[in-house]
């Protein structure tokens, strides 16, 4: 059977694609440089999907660790690639651990896939930061990239020019981008969720104070053109986005792509402010945050969320998850978590 590479895959989207891609049928071979997720993420896949998936542990910073591994597995039809460093605002302290870690890792993969012998279908985990600061709301697909406020935003619209460049070159690879929102929450079976060895995002760090791991959370601003002051994003759950992936790679390799190169808009297509956040966070959980206003964050934008209208008719992909089932599940993972 063909295998599906997924690279940053013990990672909090990859190892939930990873399970609801086992569970269409796919067989996964997942790499990862453990540098932000567990090993113990593959025992999470195996209780829910009862198969193991293959792993081995790389580093996609280093072209000859993937050189060898596409030696060694001439079964690859279909790559899924996740592995980056995540964190706005860390990107704009260490901006060169980020251009270093994120566009190597893209480039040598695609330069290793360019003298695959297979067809590929490649999808990419790229983000709404992508669009910079948009002048309309909701963001279309059809509105150009913009200018990324941060490093990592500017990873990852480097990282969508390298592949479709690529793409126009390499005919055996067909590529989509798909445009994440902010992903949150937990499989519901509760035997994986996020579960990073470091996190700077909104939800992770709420379920940690609820539980009383932290004292307290920062609300990063409350002087922002939007209803109550605090930024507006667009969450979207955890199983919703994995799903578009297997939908992604399907399309691609059913060829029912348009172009060799797409790119879409997931999210659930609606914005809730940091404190619209915790106050639905409280409504589920039971418990008191413990908040504190101060300062923005520098690299945050006022408001972002998505027009979700492509993926939709194209993709034929809906959210159907709302917002209090997101918090709810992230909850229960922070008191049920395996690792
Ligand atoms: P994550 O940190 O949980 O997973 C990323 C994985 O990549 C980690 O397991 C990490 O160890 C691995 N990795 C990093 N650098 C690597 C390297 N050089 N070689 C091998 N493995 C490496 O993050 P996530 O939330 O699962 O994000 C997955 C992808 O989605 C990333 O590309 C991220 O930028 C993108 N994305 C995430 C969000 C979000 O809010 N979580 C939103 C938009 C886009
Ligand atoms: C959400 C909101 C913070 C932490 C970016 C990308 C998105 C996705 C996630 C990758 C913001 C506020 C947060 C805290 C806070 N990733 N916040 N206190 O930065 O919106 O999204 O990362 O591509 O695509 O755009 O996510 O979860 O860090 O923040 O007040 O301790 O919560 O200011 O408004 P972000 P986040």
Known sequence: MAKILLTGATGYIGSHTAVELIQNGHEVLIID???NSKIQALDGIKRITGIRPEFEQIDLRYKDQILDLLSRHKDIEGVIHFAAFK??????QQPLKYYENNLFSSINLLSALSNYNKPI???FSSSCTVYGIPDRLPVVEDMPMGEPTSPYGKTKMLSEYVIMDTVSQFPH???ISLRYFNPIGAHPSLEIGESPLKTFNLVPIL????IGKRKEILVFGNDYPTPDGTPVRDYIYIQDLARA???AYERLKNKKNKKDYEYFNIGLGRGYSVLEVIKTFEKVSGRKINY???DRRPGDIAAIYADTKLANNELEWKPEHELEFMLKTAWEWEINKKF
């Open 33 to 35: 440089n453990l540098s």
């Open 87 to 92: 964190f706005v605002s860390e990107s704009i």
């Open 121 to 123: 279908s490649f999808v």
């Open 173 to 175: 690879i067909k590529a």
């Open 207 to 210: 379920t940690e104070v609820a």
């Open 245 to 247: 992936h297997v939908i």
């Open 292 to 294: 504190r206003i101060v």
